[in-house]
């Protein structure tokens, strides 16, 4: 089998989880995550010669879903809607509530799926990728001060 063959199985196999959960926070949808990141590979096995000598594969295939993520999203046009409040946070005892902890997962869940595509990719970027707002801008194709206003 081809050695660059090998190479690009070998990163898709490790790292697709990963780029699962940015495309699932990015999204908010597991079927549109799967399709965006087999779109987003798609288009890095085409370019697998020059990356893998780089180091930068797994940095070029997230560029590529925000990319496609926020081209779906110029298509689509759909309005925006503001998140409702979160409910505070309860103390108690440090046993864990599993009932509760699925309620606030849920509700969670249901506060982000409030927020617009672009707003979510935003929440993303800046808080679980930890990018700065000029690296979110940059990957997003928007000033920064679109970033900080969403």
């Known amino acids: 089998m081809d050695p660059l063959l090998n190479e690009f199985d070998s990163f898709v196999r490790t790292r697709t989880p990963a780029l699962l959960r940015s495309a ?12 965006l990141v087999q779109s987003a590979l798609a288009r890095t096995h085409r370019s697998w010669d020059r990356l893998h000598h780089s180091g930068n594969a797994e940095a070029y295939t997230r560029k590529t879903m925000y990319h496609l993520q926020v081209s779906w999203w110029r298509r689509r046009r759909v309005a925006e809607s503001m998140p409702g409040d ?26 982000l799926l409030k927020l617009s595509a672009k707003q979510r990719a ?14 979110a801008a940059d990957l997003l194709g928007v000033t920064v001060g679109t970033v900080k206003n969403r």
């Open 24 to 35: 699932y926070l990015l999204t908010g949808d597991q079927y549109l995550a799967e399709d």
């Open 86 to 111: 979160m409910p505070e946070p309860r103390g108690g005892d440090s046993t864990p509530d599993h009932a509760h902890l699925t309620t606030l997962r849920i509700t969670l869940q249901a506060a």
């Open 122 to 135: 935003v929440l993303v970027l800046r808080f679980f990728e930890d990018r700065t707002e000029a690296e």
